[in-house]
C-alpha cells in the first residue's frame, strides 16, 4: 500500500502554489515600506525555550509541542510559533545593538498537535513579524495598521479587528487572583476544563467557547476595570491612534490569546468565513519576553498569520503559466532548432519549454495551451522548406513567419514588450 502523508499535514501542490507566491511576495514587499528585514531561524529548538517562553500551563506546551529526545539525551522540540526562537537569536546575537528599533520578519512552518479540523493543522505555516525596542503604543498602531493592509494586499475584504489590554506584571496578578476567586465561587458551574484553569491558569477561562460557561464567564470581573495607570494610558493611546487613522476595531475583553508573554496591547483579526477556526491573525506586545529568556530588558511586540487560512480567504489565483514561449517541431529534423532555440530563449530570461516525444501538432497545442504559453513556435515540414518558424501569437490568435536565424531575436523582443 502506498504511504499517506501524516494527518493533519497538507501538501501544497504546484496547481496551488500561486496564492502562497502572491500572499509571501506581497509580505516582503509591504513589509520592507515599514523597514522589516527578514530573519529565518531553526525549524527546531531546545524544548526550554518554548516552556520558559510560551508559559508552561498554555495549551501549546501543555499538550501541543513535538518534542523529542535527541540522540546526546537533550530535549528538542519543533516549533510551536516563531517568536520564541526569534527572541533567542535577537539575544544570542545581539542584534538589538545595532538596531535601537529592530524589525524582522519570516515565514514558514509551525507545528502544533492540535485536533485537525478545516483551517486547523499539525503543520501549518505563519507570516511572523516582530519588533523590539520601542515602547510607545504608536508602535502598535502600525504594527495593527500594518497586519491590515497585508491582509488587503493579499485580497481580503471581510475581517473583523479585534483589540483587548491584558495590563502587565503590575496590574495582572492582581486581577487574576480577583478573577480567581470569583471563578472558584462558581466554580460547579463550569466545565472540566475551566475547573482546571481557574487553579492553573484563569485568564484561560476567558476564552472558553462552552456553551454552558458562558452565562458564568460573562459575569466576571473585567481586565478593562482593574488595569494600572500606565496599561490604561497606553490602550487609550493606541485607540485614540486608531481612531485618528481611521482603523475600525472591536473591544473584546475576552480576549486572551493562547501563549503567556503577552502584556497590554492584545490584538485579532478574524473572519467569520473560515468557520470555527476564525483567527486569521493574532498578536500583541510581549515586554518582559526577552528578559524572561536571558536578555536586556527591552520592549516587543509582533503578529502571526496563519498561511493556509489566509489562502482559504483570498479571491482565487489563477495558476501560474510555466513558459512564455512553446517549441513545437513537427519533424525530426526540427528538434535540433527547437534546442538551440530554447536555450537561446532561456539565457535570455524568456521561459521555454518543447515536446521531447515526437507528437503532432494537435497533441502540441494542447500541451502549450496548458502550460499558458503565450507563443507557438512551429517547426514542421512546409516550414523546413521555407527556413521560416510559424509564430503563433496565442493572445491575439495571429500568426507571423520568421526566418529560423531571426526567431529568437523575434521571441525576446515580443515577450520583453508584453
Ligand atoms: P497564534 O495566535 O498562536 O499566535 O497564531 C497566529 C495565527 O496562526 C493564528 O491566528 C492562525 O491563523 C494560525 N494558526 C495557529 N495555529 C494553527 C493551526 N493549528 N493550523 C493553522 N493555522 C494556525 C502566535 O503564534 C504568536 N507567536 C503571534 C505573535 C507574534 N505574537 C507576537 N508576535
Not at 527546531?44 to 518534542?67: C, H, N, P
Not at 500594518?146 to 485580497?155: E, N, S
Not at 472558584?184 to 476567558?206: H, I, M, W, Y
Amino acid at each position: 500500500m502506498a504511504i499517506q502523508s501524516v494527518k493533519g499535514t497538507k501538501d501544497l501542490l504546484p496547481d496551488e502554489i500561486a496564492a502562497w507566491h502572491r500572499i509571501e511576495g506581497t509580505a516582503r514587499a509591504l513589509f520592507a515600506l515599514y523597514g522589516y528585514r527578514e530573519i529565518r531561524t531553526p525549524i527546531f529548538e531546545v524544548t526550554d525555550l518554548f516552556a520558559r517562553g510560551i508559559g508552561q500551563e498554555t495549551d501549546i506546551v501543555s499538550k501541543e509541542m513535538y518534542t523529542f529526545e535527541d540522540r546526546d539525551g537533550g530535549s528538542l522540540t519543533l516549533r510551536p510559533e516563531a517568536t520564541a526562537g526569534i527572541v533567542r537569536a535577537v539575544i544570542e546575537h545581539n542584534l538589538i545593538n545595532t538596531d535601537p528599533a529592530l524589525k524582522v520578519y519570516t515565514t514558514g512552518p509551525m507545528f502544533r498537535r492540535e485536533r485537525p479540523q478545516k483551517g486547523r493543522y499539525r503543520q501549518f505555516h505563519q507570516v511572523n513579524v516582530e519588533v523590539f525596542g520601542v515602547t510607545s503604543p504608536s508602535i502598535d498602531v502600525e504594527v495593527v495598521e500594518m497586519a491590515l493592509a497585508y491582509l488587503q494586499g493579499c485580497g481580503l475584504t471581510q475581517y473583523e479587528l479585534v483589540l483587548n489590554s491584558v495590563g502587565d506584571a503590575k496590574c495582572r496578578p492582581a486581577y487574576v487572583e480577583t478573577l480567581r476567586t470569583a471563578l472558584r465561587a462558581q466554580s460547579g458551574k463550569l466545565c472540566a476544563d475551566c475547573q482546571r484553569r481557574t487553579e492553573t491558569n484563569p485568564l484561560r477561562v476567558l476564552d472558553c467557547k462552552v456553551p454552558d460557561d458562558q452565562p458564568v464567564i460573562e459575569s466576571l470581573p473585567r481586565i478593562s476595570d482593574h488595569l494600572c495607570d500606565e496599561c490604561r494610558a497606553h490602550f487609550a493611546e493606541v485607540r485614540r491612534e486608531l481612531e485618528l487613522l481611521q482603523i475600525p476595531y472591536r473591544l473584546s475583553h475576552r480576549l486572551v490569546r493562547g501563549l503567556d508573554y503577552y502584556i497590554r496591547t492584545t490584538f485579532e483579526v478574524l473572519s467569520g468565513e473560515l468557520g470555527a477556526q476564525n483567527s486569521v491573525l493574532g498578536g500583541g506586545r510581549y515586554d518582559g519576553l526577552v528578559k524572561e529568556l536571558g536578555g536586556p530588558d527591552i520592549p516587543g511586540i509582533g503578529f502571526a498569520l496563519g498561511m493556509e487560512r489566509l489562502v482559504m480567504l483570498i479571491p482565487p489565483v489563477p495558476v501560474e503559466a510555466r513558459c512564455e514561449v512553446f517549441l513545437a517541431p513537427l519533424v525530426p529534423e526540427a528538434r535540433d532548432f527547437a534546442l538551440r532555440l530554447q536555450r537561446q530563449l532561456r539565457k535570455a530570461g524568456v521561459s521555454a519549454m518543447t515536446d521531447h516525444e515526437g507528437r503532432g501538432l494537435k497533441s502540441q497545442m494542447k500541451r502549450a495551451d496548458k502550460l499558458g504559453a503565450r507563443f507557438v513556435a512551429i517547426l514542421g515540414e512546409d516550414e523546413m522548406a521555407k527556413a521560416r518558424w510559424t509564430i503563433r501569437d496565442m493572445k491575439a490568435s495571429t500568426q507571423e513567419e520568421v526566418g529560423l536565424d531571426a526567431a529568437a531575436e523575434y521571441l525576446i523582443k515580443e515577450t520583453t514588450v508584453g
